[in-house]
């Protein structure tokens, strides 16, 4: 294909091409070595500098304090959300959640199936469209942890703050923000992401978690699950998923690059800003997302007419502008719009927009005034 | 690097040459998409039919019976050491085990954790140097399943027969002989496999279980680890491993040219043999492997002056044999000879171990006489 395409998936989602283009060069001889990285061990020698190399960068671009551990691990957010619960459940046997939307449910009914879970706030109420905030929260001073997501890939809800619980750990599933805006790592207890929205390709999946939260697992907890096994063997207790784990390493040489996670916040800010301000200015699309709680990563927008949702995604895609369409379970659109969306890819989906709305919309008041 | 090199590594091992070339080549604009094929929805439709026809060309190589579901999953057979434990132990919670080795051994520890094993056959006092037959297994009828490792990575052992359990099914963890030659997969209750050897990068788990088997898992096994549930979303119910399923997709088809397992198993049988009749040809090399268990995939051999490793590993990389170092708990030599491995690359091997014995070994026999 020779078109220019911006690729909106939620997920396994674009990724930076000047990344792609490297790997594509090296694929079949890396480092000279003349193998690919994927036909190397995990335990040679070069193999072990580029991880290690890995996680530094990691390390620096999210100012991760030293009594944290960084772990590349498999399994997705959907493993995180039996393994939080397994690992650090081991005291009360309590956890306090909140409840976000989709992939809040997910972690709470597997979290319940291993200890007490309570609903520490819940977006039922207001549909979805913001998240509780600090003084709506009810927590439990005895949880084990308090789990919260801290965006919601499918409804476009986003947290505006931290919550604090006190001496209660937080455990997040920051699945796809995280690397999109600098946090204060030390606040939380664990963080966890699958790699395919910020951070690589699918299959990888990074913990990172304060070292003094290993300890308290469920005696039933498998021995690849137990988080302290893989600290203590700097993530090689078995065989990592060894390419997923290079090509992160290359996309946060990448984020480097582009002046780190500050540089890219304020580049990822002013492309949601101007996606909202295109749906707001408009009577043709609209964002149900109360103005603070809006996701910066995934911008879930309707059309005032739903039966041009067909043409919409026919003419964006013959115009490069891909996967578009809403997660099934809410319908319209999304454009996902990670760390690796071009502005150019925003600002193209909105001259489209733009464009579809003046040919399909206004025509047709015209016609039906 | 400019000269043919050969890869012994035992995993993540050597790819086919052909694979990669496609791979590289499609990196960034997979199927005329203008995107990676790491860059698409799991659930996008080019997507799922290279899924559905990965898993078809797998089903026809090992014809697979139709009451058989392959799962695309993750974790590796380290995974699997529990996930098969916790899947199968809800019926007697007993279970019978193979002692083979180093990996028979991860998989005994971790099983024992979630039921009664039993060891049904042990290597340990013939050294690992030959599997139980038939007639030295003590079984127990009311097992929920025999475990065993079809081929011992490490310890160069591979079974040259399928136990008979009676209705007790068989749970074998075939990661490094899997597709090597012809097996009657309906003799097999579960068949799982790490993909680093034999069938793509790390990160990618094959599990073929037979269905009836899918309902009796423990209580706390979770939902992500229950057999079920993959069966039932077509191992999609959470992202899968993209990239490496799309990769194991590419090896089948490089298979099914090759002739299918039937036509790799001959080149394998020719492979495996010529090495060891080198090794048992000469008074430096030796393998202490019975010769009906020697494996065809993971060749262990030491050599007869130890103070030589160094210098034979430094030859044999100068001239392109890579990663024949043993592994760490055995020391020695080690070449895995995988279905990727040319012929022609055991044969460089195979000269270049007479020459090194001829310049090193005789010489020194003969200053020493």
Redesign the interface.
Known sequence: ?N?Q?F?F???????P?EV??A??QE???WQ?????V?????R?KPYEAMAAEAEQDLRDLMHIPDNYKVLFL??????Q???TA?NLLGKSGQADYIQTGIWATKAI??GS??GEVSIAGDCTENGFSRVPQQSELTLNPNADYLHYTTNETIGGLEFNYIPDAGDVPLVVDMSSNILSRPIDVSRFGVIYA?A?KNIG????TIVIIRDDLMEQF?P?T????QYKNHADNDSM????????WY?AGQVFKWLKRQGGIEAIAEINQRKAQKLYAAIDQSEFYSNPIDLMNRSWMNVPFVLADESLNAAFLEQAEAR?L??LKGHRSVGGMRASIYNAMPEAGVDTLIAFMAEFEQKNWQSQTIQTA
């Open positions: 294909m078109q395409v690729n998936c939620a997920g396994p989602a674009t990724l091409q792609l283009k790997v594509q694929l079949r001889d000279n070595l003349g193998v690919s994927m036909e190397v061990s995990h040679s498999q399994g997705g957010a959907t493993a959300f039996a393994m397994m009914k597997e199936r291993y699958g395919q390709p699918a299959g990888l469920l039933f498998p021995t690849v699950w207790l078995n065989t990592p998923p060894t390419f997923g090509l490069g891909l996967n």
